[in-house]
């Protein structure tokens, strides 16, 4: 069955620390993969996203992920953590077939920055 | 360009109640998927809209339907409401898989 996983419900970070956001997923065949960020009360915004080829993304914001098929991994980084940048954060991954297809999302990581 | 737009913003409903929510997609968007998304929850796909069919649906029960009009905007009905109802309601348009847009969401209480 095709899921995410993400393992931290929530992290706490200083502001100007670096940042690692976790992520699995099980996905029978070459996955979609995305990174969405959710402010309160708001809806999501799609930070990145990997269909194929270099397996580092750049994403907006200042963050990046890199897909690791051995690990079934699309971990999310930022070098140095803004105090904006504290927000709900969503892996998903595409099920997709031909024009048509969902997201299949993971229960989320809170992020919390320390001043 | 609005992107996508969702009315209203918040709706407070009584158990047994229906409910209709709005969303406009984002300008040359043809496809409206629906999302439901719980308290600390992650988003679960309801439905997809493509050409007024709907294409794919998630694992929802059939009081939750929705509809696609010829301007591609959309709509999505709950009947006999429950309490565990309750969620944000998240609109995605798209003109290809992959390239979801998403609506602010619509806020529904059950009480």
Same mark, same amino acid.
């Given at each position: 069955a095709q899921s995410v996983t993400q393992p931290d419900i929530h992290i706490t970070v200083s502001e100007g620390a670096s940042l690692e956001l976790r992520c699995n997923y099980s996905y029978g065949a070459t996955p979609y993969l995305f990174w969405y960020v959710q402010s309160p009360g708001q809806g999501l915004q799609l930070l990145l996203k990997y269909?194929?080829?270099?397996?580092l993304v750049q994403g907006i914001k200042g963050f990046e992920a890199e897909f690791k098929r051995s690990q079934s991994s699309f971990n999310l980084r930022k070098p140095s953590v803004h105090w904006s940048d504290a927000a709900e954060y969503f892996c998903a991954v595409g099920a997709f077939s031909g024009n048509t297809g969902k997201l299949i999302f993971g229960q989320g990581t809170t992020l919390q920055v320390k001043p | 360009d609005a992107g996508v737009t969702q009315s209203p913003t918040h709706l407070i409903k009584t158990r047994g109640q229906q409910v209709t929510l709005r969303c406009s997609p984002k300008s040359g968007h043809d496809t409206v998927s629906w999302y439901q998304q719980a308290l600390g929850q992650g988003p679960q796909f309801i439905f997809q809209y493509y050409e007024e069919e709907e294409r794919q649906r998630g694992n929802? %029960? &059939?009081r939750f339907s929705g509809h696609q009009f010829p301007n591609y905007s959309s709509e999505l009905n709950v009947n006999a $409401? $429950? $309490? /565990? &109802?309750?969620a944000l309601y998240l609109c995605a348009s798209s003109l290809? %898989? /992959?390239?979801a847009f998403f609506g602010q969401g619509t806020r529904l209480t059950v009480v």
């Open positions: 269909f194929s080829g270099d397996t | 929802f %029960p &059939d $409401l $429950l $309490l /565990g &109802d309750s290809a %898989p /992959g390239e």
